[in-house]
Each structure stands twice: as structure tokens, then as C-alpha cells.
């Protein structure tokens, strides 16, 4: 019990200090591009369904406190009624599904496992969740919204790969480390 507190927390610190890297805003997306992602994707692959998305809804109950940890040093919950939001409110969810299918996908190696489930939760989800936001906020169609998150794909696939290998390090490193995985 006492260990799965203490990864949470750690992981919730974690999507905090991605934030510090500096965030990229496109001229024509209101919502900018973050490694904060890379946290919610690690949650998952690391900590499993149930313990990664408590270590996202950790970060984001410190976020609607109003403590700066977005990045751009954004907090409060103005957050949460910004074109952003709808990503926000599936980080949680994306967590979850990225950790649910490394902990029932084990016939294949770690780190290919968790590439496909960053991909299918850690942007697939979140993207729906995100898309939705931005469509109400922006009063666009859903149709204008995702057009406007493809800038995003790239950049998101590429972060679900560097999770995958991370976790696959991780798991050859310190084995006991990736809860996802854990008997």
C-alpha cells in the first residue's frame, strides 16, 4: 500500500517536472504541445491502469488547486475552461487504457506492448476527449477541432514510442519497478 502511494506521487511529480519543458504553441492551435503527455503515457505503461490514473487525477486535483504545474506555469480552474481542457479531462481515462492493455497484453515483448497501448490510450483516447473540448470551447465542428489536433500526431507518436522504450529500459533495469507487469 505504502509503495503504491509513494508511485503515484512520484509520478504525478513526474507529468510536473515534464512541464518545465518549455511548451511549443502553433499560431493556429490555441492548445499548446507539452511533454506532459509523455507523463500521462509513462503512468500508464509503468504503473498500470488503476495507479496511473490515480497518479494523473493527483496531478491535476494540485493543477485545479491552482498550483502552476501545467506547462507555461499554467494552473487553476481556468485550466479547465480553456481549449485545453478537453485534453485534460482525458488524461485520467488515457492513463487508465494505456495501463489496462499492458497489464493484459502480455504476449508480447514490454516495450512493443507499451508503444501500441500509448498510442491506442495515451493519444486515441485523449485526443477524443480533446477534439470534444476543443469543439465546445472554440465553437468549431468536430470535423474543424480535429483538424486542428493533427499538428499534434507526430509529435504524440513519437512520445508514445520514447514511452514504450523507457518502460522496456525500466523493466530490464529494475523489473519490480514496472507495476503494470507485476505478478
Known amino acids: 500500500m505504502e509503495r503504491n502511494v509513494v508511485m503515484i506521487a512520484l509520478f504525478a511529480a513526474l507529468i510536473a517536472v515534464l512541464g518545465l519543458i518549455p511548451k511549443i504553441t502553433l499560431g493556429f492551435v490555441p492548445v499548446p504541445i507539452t511533454a506532459q503527455t509523455l507523463g500521462v503515457m509513462l503512468c500508464g505503461t509503468v504503473l498500470g491502469a488503476r495507479r496511473g490514473a490515480l497518479a494523473v487525477l493527483l496531478f491535476l486535483l494540485l493543477v485545479a488547486l491552482g498550483l502552476p504545474l501545467l506547462s507555461g506555469g499554467r494552473g487553476g480552474l481556468g485550466a479547465f475552461a480553456s481549449?485545453?481542457?478537453?485534453?485534460?479531462?482525458?488524461?485520467?481515462l488515457g492513463a487508465y487504457v494505456t495501463g489496462w492493455i499492458v497489464?493484459?497484453?502480455?504476449?508480447?515483448?514490454?516495450?512493443?506492448?507499451?508503444?501500441?497501448a500509448s498510442v491506442i490510450g495515451g493519444i486515441g483516447v485523449i485526443y477524443v476527449f480533446g477534439v470534444i473540448g476543443m469543439a465546445i470551447v472554440l465553437d468549431k465542428?468536430?470535423?474543424?477541432?480535429?483538424a486542428?489536433?493533427?499538428?499534434?500526431?507526430?509529435?504524440d507518436v513519437l512520445k508514445a514510442a520514447v514511452a514504450g522504450m523507457l518502460t522496456g529500459a525500466l523493466a530490464k533495469a529494475r523489473p519490480a519497478s514496472v507495476l503494470s507487469r507485476a505478478a
Do not use: Q
Open 103 to 116: 497489464e493484459r497484453w502480455r504476449g508480447v515483448p514490454l516495450t512493443l506492448a507499451a508503444i501500441v
Open 83 to 92: 481549449p485545453s481542457a478537453g485534453f485534460l479531462i482525458g488524461w485520467p
Open 148 to 155: 486542428l489536433v493533427t499538428a499534434f500526431i507526430p509529435g
Open 141 to 146: 465542428s468536430l470535423l474543424e477541432a480535429t
